[in-house]
């Protein structure tokens, strides 16, 4: 099953850009898992799992699968909800909430039903280790988890405990020792002692990524280091965050890549364009989306109606609605299937 395709910085980011911005939602980097090797798909109406060559290691059979983190993975047969292991045994059965999402540092964020559900979480054993109690929760990152307790954020550590008080009115997943608050509508980052070491200032920003973050003065985007010092000068209508040296930005209503002086690396000619992932970016071009390197060369052709970025070796693409897998050649390791 599909994962949201707009990052963990997509509410103060990516989410709320409106034109051309929206459009890379459809290109955004999911967060980032171990798959464990196994990677989900739909036959015949039936989910199930393969590895990295298509073969199939857990026959379809469930009406619904998410991705793997750390060993284990959330599906759905009917009503029976639970998690199973890379051998598609149920290995936890989910009776006392409605949802469970990915592992992250042994734990798992869970919701209850109903009209007002709350959220706690469950280690990997399927015991809920943090009673549910939360309006919102994000997964573990760095040791913390970003919650929200009534209308206000805060992050609470692997026991439960509010480390860093709910204040904030958003509050984001800790990246390389930082995490983006939202005060008064305003932009800005805490260290893990809740300690504010970047004021909120900014009209919109991204989480630290290769000791960037970018960040909106006014309606412009550039990029900060992690003493707020400016380095590249907001100026691009929408940036994306760096990766493997590159970031993309949108030049004359097109994407195109800067590297971390702000030089034009990549020529902005693609009609969206997602982050570089090993050796790879998701462009689209002509209504269809294929993949480019590092130099900006095409090397699988546009041929896709949907793309997601090269993870472990594989990618998740689209023909029509069904969905496949293809490796680093472009060559199907499983086709679309539905």
């Known amino acids: 099953m599909r994962r949201n395709l707009c990052p963990r910085s997509a509410a103060p980011l990516t989410c709320l850009l409106l034109g051309l911005a929206l459009s890379t939602c459809v290109l955004a980097q999911t967060q980032r898992r171990p798959t464990g090797g196994l990677y989900p798909v739909r036959q015949n109406g039936k989910w199930g799992y393969i590895d990295k060559t298509g073969k199939v290691m857990v026959e379809p059979q469930f009406d619904e699968a998410w991705d793997f983190s750390e060993g284990l993975a959330h599906v759905k047969i009917g009503d029976r909800r639970g998690v199973i292991d890379k051998s598609g045994r149920l290995v936890i059965e989910l009776q006392q909430v409605d949802f469970a999402g990915q592992f992250s540092d042994g734990l798992a964020p869970v919701s209850t039903g109903g009209a007002q559900p709350l959220l706690g979480f469950i280690n990997t054993k399927g015991r809920i280790v943090i009673a549910p109690q939360f309006n919102s929760a994000q997964s573990f990152a760095e040791g913390l988890a970003a919650v929200r307790v009534g209308a206000k954020y805060g992050f609470i550590d692997r026991a439960g405990r509010l480390v860093i008080p709910a204040q904030f009115d958003r509050a984001f997943s800790f990246s390389e020792g930082l995490a983006l608050v939202v005060v008064a509508n305003r932009h800005g980052f805490v260290d893990r002692s809740g300690k504010v070491v970047i004021r909120p200032q900014y009209n919109n920003a991204s989480h630290f990524s290769e000791g960037l973050a970018s960040v909106a003065v006014g309606g412009r985007y550039g990029y900060i280091n992690k003493r707020g010092e400016t380095v590249i000068v907001p100026e ?103």
Request: charged share 25%; glycine share 14%; no cysteine.
């Open 236 to 338: 691009h209508n929408y940036v994306g965050r760096f990766s493997e040296g590159l970031a993309r930005v949108i030049a004359g209503n097109r994407f195109g890549y800067v590297d971390k002086r702000g030089a034009s690396v990549i020529p902005a000619i693609f009609d969206a364009a997602a982050d570089f992932s090993e050796g790879f970016a998701v462009v689209k071009s002509e209504g269809k989306y294929g993949y480019i390197n590092r130099e900006g060369t095409i090397v699988i052709p546009a041929q896709f109606t949907k793309a997601d970025d090269f993870f472990e070796g594989l990618a998740k693409v689209w023909q029509g609605g069904k969905h496949g897998y293809i490796d680093q050649t472009g060559k199907f390791v499983w086709k679309p299937s539905n």
